[in-house]
Structure formats: C-alpha cells, structure tokens
C-alpha cells in the first residue's frame, strides 16, 4: 500500500495487536476500518470519539486519495478543541490517515489512553 502523502511504499506494523500501516518518510499512519476502535479497546469512550468526528467540508487543504480506493478522502474535524485537528478519512470507510503526530494528539485530546499504554507503544515504534 502506498502513503497518500509521499506515494512510497508503507510498512505494515503490529500496534497492540492491530496491523498498522506506517510511512517511514513522512511518519504518517493508515489505520483500516475499524483498527482505531480495537486500539482504544474502550468500546464507549471509542464510540464518543468517532460519534465527535464531522466532515469539513470547508477546508482548504488539498484532499488526498485513499490508500485503498484511490478515491479523495474527507478531511474531518476531531473534536472541538482548539487548535483543529483535521485528519483524512475515507469517503467508502476503508479507514483513516493520521499525519504524523495526529494519532498521539487525538489520544491525549480525548483522555482515552490514561495510563499512557499506547502512548508508549507508539514512541517505541514510532521514533520522532
């Protein structure tokens, strides 16, 4: 599979038991349908997260193409905190792309990781 930023090539990683896609170049992460949901592994904090995700549809940066339809992504708004956060989804639901950082930044903004597990799991295998 192919980054959408760079167009290289992603290696496929395992993140507490789910396969992530991470680019070496740009250090973004795909996560595929339902791969963000097995990794918070809190089914109603999760489902708040993702309830909190709404589409953008006046954003001015450029939409990528999905790594997996080739079709553009939605930028979505995460949350209401402030600075926006804006990460890529896909339009059919193949999954989500988080530039670098994005997915550590969701992470602490929605307090899911309280005891830092993933967040650790994450500057292990994702050195900034």
Same mark, same amino acid.
């Given at each position: @599979?192919?980054?959408?930023?760079?167009?290289? &090539? @992603?290696?496929?990683? *395992?993140?507490a038991d789910v396969e992530v896609d991470y680019c070496s170049d740009c250090s973004g992460i795909w996560l595929d349908a339902g791969e963000l949901e097995?990794?918070?592994g809190a089914p109603e904090q999760s489902g708040q997260l993702l309830n909190s995700l709404k589409i953008d549809s006046q954003c001015a940066e450029k939409r990528r193409k999905c790594p997996i339809c080739l079709k553009k992504m939605q930028k979505i708004v995460v949350? *209401? &905190?402030k600075p926006v956060l804006l990460i890529d989804k896909c339009a059919k639901g193949d999954g989500l792309?988080?530039?670098k950082g994005e997915l550590q930044d969701i992470l602490n903004r929605a307090e899911l990781d309280k005891d830092s597990k993933i967040q650790k799991l994450l500057s292990?295998?994702?050195?900034e």
């Open positions: @599979m192919d980054c959408p930023v760079c167009k290289n &090539a @992603m290696i496929t990683l *395992e993140l097995l990794l918070l949350g *209401e &905190a792309w988080f530039d292990d295998i994702f050195p």
